[in-house]
């Protein structure tokens, strides 16, 4: 199994109550029942006021390889990466458990 964690940080000035911050986490919160290679699938909004902490996470799990790069390129993942894109930025980790 392989672990895909993804933490992103909101650009300057940008505020998750916009509306197409609140249309791009609509778009993760979807993706767990969208794509069949997730086996696991969580995503939610920062809850603490830390200086250091990002703003919104994903934990997610996939079989292997091949099942991350399927999601990876499965259309829905696509358009929900290029709306953050737009006002955040993210980092990734993929690992083996």
């Given at each position: 199994m392989i672990r895909h964690l993804v933490l992103f940080k909101l650009n300057e000035g940008v505020g998750r109550e916009e509306p197409r911050v609140a249309a791009g986490a609509d778009a993760f919160f979807a993706l767990g029942d969208q794509i069949e290679e997730l086996r696991s699938w969580e995503c939610g909004w920062n809850i603490t006021?830390?200086?250091?902490?990002?703003?919104?996470?994903?934990?997610?799990?996939?079989?292997d390889g091949d099942a991350l790069k399927r999601y990876l390129e499965h259309p829905a993942h696509q358009a929900a990466a290029a709306q953050w894109r737009e006002f955040a930025t993210w980092v990734i980790a993929d690992y083996e458990f």
């Open positions: 006021e830390r200086p250091i902490a990002h703003d919104f996470a994903i934990n997610s799990s996939v079989e």
